[in-house]
């Protein structure tokens, strides 16, 4: 074990609860952009072929 350290991963200078809602947007953002893809996509050979 480190000297005296927690077993925490969060540094002192991290900011846990702006991490979870960074994460939380990218997962968001993710997810979205996946679907508007694939309905793109759908568009696409339904018009296109």
Not at 17 to 38: L, N, P, Q, S
Request: glycine share 10%.
């Amino acid at each position: 074990m480190s000297e005296g350290k927690s077993d925490s991963v969060w540094g002192d200078t991290m900011d846990e609860a702006e991490h979870e809602r960074t994460f939380d947007g990218f997962v968001a953002f993710t997810k979205y952009g996946t679907i508007g893809c694939a309905v793109l996509l759908i568009l696409m050979a339904v018009f296109l072929l």
